[in-house]
Every structure is written in structure tokens, then in C-alpha cells.
């Protein structure tokens, strides 16, 4: 079956543009997380959902961070005003929620993000 | 507050040699462990997992680690590695009711023929 997409793959935004960034996840999975991996380092948590309900969005670095998931599928993280810092690659997973904790997240490829 | 150290940042070996990738937790609560393994331009995937139970754990394509609650280690072994093994290697933690993973920051391995 299809797993986690995310698109576009690979993003190139001059400093001070907006940028969106798009998630679908494996049909039926109940939970997504966005993650921020920069150069060289781990997968840091920015985000997560429970349908279309944020539970926890205390990674998002600043307010110029935001995200959204609707209709309880397809989610978008939206960077505005971007700053060189931002470049990262951003990754986004899921589950399917049976039990809190301990399940296995399922990644998608990822969007590297290159800000000038 | 949960946190992962990943001792070495990078790991060589032989391939047909054995593959020790270290990795140490700090958790309040029970914790659930993770490794996962990232190749170029894919996304994460889960090599093994503990939840409770059995602090021996058997993942995919040969893998175990074995969980010490009196070390808070949760080391990543293979008795014999091969070429296609070469990846970055992520140790999480979870836990506590909640959803939120702590990664470490990675190790990446290097197979030399």
C-alpha cells in the first residue's frame, strides 16, 4: 500500500517568502507529527495531531510556524516570513493511534527546505 | 523531560564484523525505545521497538538491542555486518502517556569491504 508522501520534495525560498508544505499520510492513520531535522542532527518534534485536533504543538520554533489538518488527512505545515535558519528537512509521520505510545511511527521521504 | 545520547557520531566496521551502535536514555516515566534507520533520501524506518516484556528485542534484517533499566541503555547490535547496512541510525524515546518521540542525533555507520 501507499505510505506517507510528502511534497514537494525539495524547496528552494528566498529569505522573507512564505512557504507550505504538504503531508498525506497512510489512509486511516489517526496521528501526525511534523519533525525538523536539521544538518547532522535528529529528527526534532515540532507538532502533533490526533485527527484534525493539534494536541501539542510546543516544538514549533516561532509564530511564524504553523499547521493545520483540516479535514483529518492531508496536513500542511506553513513556514511564513522564512529565515536562513529555517533550512532544514522537514519530515513528516504517522500511526494509527492503537494505544498511547510506544507505536510506530511511519515516516515520509521528507522536504529539504534551502532558504537564501 | 526525556532525552537520548547517542555515544559516536560515526561507526566503522569491517562487514562481517560486529556492529555495536550505543545509545542511553533518560526518562521519568517508563520509557518505550526506538531505533530507527534512515538511508540517503528515504524516510526513517523502524529497525525494532521496546514496549514492556522481553528486554531482548529482535528486528528486521538481524538486529537486536537490549533494553537495561539500570544502565538506561538501549544498545543496537548485529553479530555480522554486511555493505547494504551502511545508514544513519536514530535511537527515540517515548513515553508516559503521551506521543511525543525524543531522537538522538544520530549515527551514521560505515561498512568497509
Known amino acids: 500500500g501507499a505510505g506517507v508522501s510528502q511534497s514537494p520534495r525539495y524547496k528552494v525560498a528566498k529569505r522573507g517568502q512564505d512557504v507550505a508544505l504538504r503531508c498525506d499520510p497512510i489512509?486511516?492513520?489517526?496521528?501526525l507529527f511534523w519533525y525538523q531535522q536539521a544538518l547532522g542532527q535528529g529528527p526534532e518534534f515540532l507538532t502533533y495531531f490526533q485527527n484534525e485536533a493539534q494536541l501539542d504543538k510546543s516544538g514549533l520554533p516561532s509564530d511564524r510556524f504553523f499547521a493545520e489538518r483540516p479535514e483529518g488527512s492531508v496536513s500542511t505545515l506553513k513556514i511564513q516570513r522564512t529565515q536562513q535558519e529555517d533550512s532544514a528537512v522537514y519530515l513528516c509521520?504517522?500511526?494509527?493511534?492503537?494505544?498511547?505510545?510506544?507505536?510506530?511511527?511511519?515516516f515520509g521521504p521528507g522536504t529539504r527546505l534551502t532558504v537564501l | 523531560a526525556q532525552s537520548v545520547t547517542q555515544l559516536g557520531s560515526h561507526v566503522s566496521v569491517s562487514e562481517g564484523a560486529l556492529v555495536l551502535l550505543r545509545c542511553n536514555y533518560s526518562?521519568?516515566?517508563?520509557?518505550?525505545l526506538f531505533w530507527y534507520v534512515q538511508y540517503p533520501n528515504q524516510g526513517l524506518q523502524l529497525l525494532l521497538k521496546?514496549?514492556?516484556?522481553?528486554?531482548l528485542v529482535k528486528g528486521i534484517n538481524g538486529f537486536e538491542a537490549e533494553f537495561k533499566k539500570s544502565e538506561t541503555s538501549f544498545h543496537l547490535t548485529k553479530p555480522s555486518a554486511h555493505m547494504s547496512d551502511a545508514a544513519e541510525y536514530f535511537c527515540?524515546?517515548?513515553?508516559?502517556?503521551?506521543?511525543?518521540?525524543?531522537f538522538g542525533a544520530g549515527t551514521r555507520l560505515f561498512v568497509k569491504a
Open positions: 526518562s521519568s516515566v517508563p520509557p518505550y
Open positions: 489512509s486511516g492513520h489517526v496521528s
Open positions: 527515540a524515546v517515548s513515553g508516559g502517556g503521551g506521543f511525543k518521540t525524543i
Open positions: 509521520a504517522s500511526h494509527t493511534n492503537e494505544g498511547a505510545g510506544g507505536n510506530e511511527q511511519f
Open positions: 521496546y514496549t514492556t516484556g522481553a528486554t
